[in-house]
């Protein structure tokens, strides 16, 4: 038997994982629609990146800027939607703020400002979310649900880039279940900063789900989700 090139194990597994998310925003009462996958390619080449493209993939994450910059450069004749799904360190605020049309990971007022500026200098409009740290977890990053409202006050006076949502990563659970309590709490959390005044338009995107969870998440309210393992295979 002849095994699947990569190209179609690829196509085959992102037309899965549409098709289970579809059925998760079902289960849901959601339009499928209103979910957006994130094709998570970090540790993989520019190889896997063009298949899933060629596959009608639009949007990838990475999770580090030096590594995403290497794939961006090589995919410019792209219309690839690059985001940053992991942690930001400050230092490379301006990279991140001109290189991605989105960056999951602020997780303070100070950074926040950081790449809002350098986004006003050279021109960009990145879509930024609020990483909320809800496990308390000394290793993990993100903010404490206390200094949200300074975030988010921080956030109306950005110049150029537009805050448009939370992310919440939470720690590896064995069943999938388990992260149901953290994905339904980000939400609340929206609605209660919603509640508070907080304008809509800041509060669209949930990021939240990842291969082994991404249904749960959907079915609790994600409009991001991002899955690499699912796509592309183990990450050896
Ligand atoms: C790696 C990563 C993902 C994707 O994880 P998989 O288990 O491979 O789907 C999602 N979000 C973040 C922040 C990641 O670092």
């Known amino acids: 038997m002849e095994s699947l090139s990569l190209q179609d194990a690829i196509a085959a597994n992102l037309a899965d994982i549409r098709s289970r998310l579809a059925r998760a925003a079902e289960r849901a009462g959601r339009r499928p629609t209103d979910v957006r996958l994130v094709a998570v390619s970090k540790t993989f080449s520019i190889t896997e990146v063009l298949a899933a493209y060629a596959a009608g993939q639009r949007a990838f994450g990475e999770n580090r800027v030096q590594e995403a910059l290497e794939k961006i450069s090589l995919s410019s004749d792209t219309s690839i ?51 909320v740290d809800l496990a308390g977890e000394p290793t993990k990053h993100g903010t404490a649900v206390d200094a949200l409202h300074a975030i988010f006050e921080a956030a109306s006076a950005c110049r150029a880039a537009r805050v448009t949502g939370l992310m919440v990563l939470p720690p590896f659970m064995d069943d999938p279940e388990d992260a149901r309590a953290y994905f339904r709490r980000l939400r609340e959390i929206r609605d209660e900063l919603a509640s508070r005044g907080v304008p809509r338009s800041m509060l669209r995107e949930l990021s939240m789900g990842m291969s082994h969870d991404f249904e749960i998440a959907v079915e609790e309210g994600a409009t991001l989700v991002r899955v690499g393992t699912a796509i592309f295979g183990g990450r050896g």
Do not use: M, Y
């Open 81 to 131: 939607e690059w985001h940053l799904v992991g942690h930001l360190q400050s230092n490379k605020a301006r990279k991140a703020a001109t290189s991605f049309a989105c960056i999951h990971s602020i997780d303070s007022v100070e950074l926040l400002r950081r790449v809002d500026e350098a986004a006003e200098e050279d021109g960009h409009q990145p879509e930024l979310l609020i990483q």
